[in-house]
């Protein structure tokens, strides 16, 4: 079982560019949740997918967008990319709500310049 | 609004001695409470929850207590090891929306 893996590890966009981010969930799970993690803190809710629907949503403006496919595999898309949109984003996969735990992916470390 | 507050950034012990991580929360309607631990260039994993009906909750050297009337959970690692180094995050969730939100995150280190 191969866990959660995201792709890219890293990556470096120019302020102003589209970015889109992949994740693959552990085997077996059906929803897919993206957080951002800036330096220093915690992770922060994006949004959360399940049945191919945004299901939950946190503050995050609509430049923040996302996809999940029929095989629940997920994309993250940012548009019009700022500085301050560089962080890690963390993708976790669970199955069903959020009373049971997730798995985490390493992570896309996002850098705009 | 921070609804998951760790305040202290960072915490060092001796190895084989007790760690005590301390999380409060600002909304009453959490009902359901997860620990992180995250090691470099890793992402989080998880480690131990509690539902807000207990008040606490072991699974090996990990004990997890919940206060709810003073919105507070704590974990506490006995004997602590050099492997725990690592950043421990408490998470809540209120599962009528369904959502995981996260604290800043506390630095464990453990001294050999």
């Known amino acids: 079982d191969a866990g959660v893996t995201q792709s890219p590890t890293h990556l470096i966009k120019t302020r102003g560019q589209q970015v889109t981010l992949r994740c693959s969930p552990k085997?077996?799970?059906?929803?897919v949740s993206w957080y951002q993690q800036a330096l220093g803190q915690g992770p922060q809710f994006i949004f959360q997918y399940y049945e191919e629907e945004e299901r939950q949503r946190g503050n995050f403006p609509d430049r923040f967008s996302g996809h999940q496919f029929p095989n629940y595999s997920s994309e993250l898309n940012v548009n019009a990319l700022l500085l301050g949109d560089s962080a890690l984003y963390l993708c976790a996969s669970s199955l069903g709500s959020a009373n049971t735990e997730a798995f985490f992916g390493q992570g896309t470390r996002l850098t705009v310049v | 609004d921070q609804q998951v507050k760790q305040n202290s950034p960072s915490l060092s012990v001796q190895e084989g001695r007790i760690s005590i991580l301390n999380c409060d929360y600002t909304?009453?309607?959490?009902?359901?409470f997860l620990w992180y631990k995250k090691y470099p260039a890793e992402g989080p994993t998880f480690l131990i929850s509690?539902?807000?009906?207990?008040d606490k909750n072991e699974d090996g050297r990990f004990t997890v207590f919940l206060n709810k009337s003073a919105k507070h959970l704590s974990l506490h690692i006995v004997p602590s090891q050099p492997g725990d180094s690592a950043v421990y995050f408490c998470a809540a969730s209120d599962t009528s929306y369904d959502k995981v939100i996260f604290g800043p995150g506390t630095s464990l280190s453990v001294i050999p």
């Open positions: 909304n009453s309607m959490f009902d359901y």
């Open positions: 085997s077996g799970h059906d929803t």
């Open positions: 509690i539902s807000s009906i207990k």
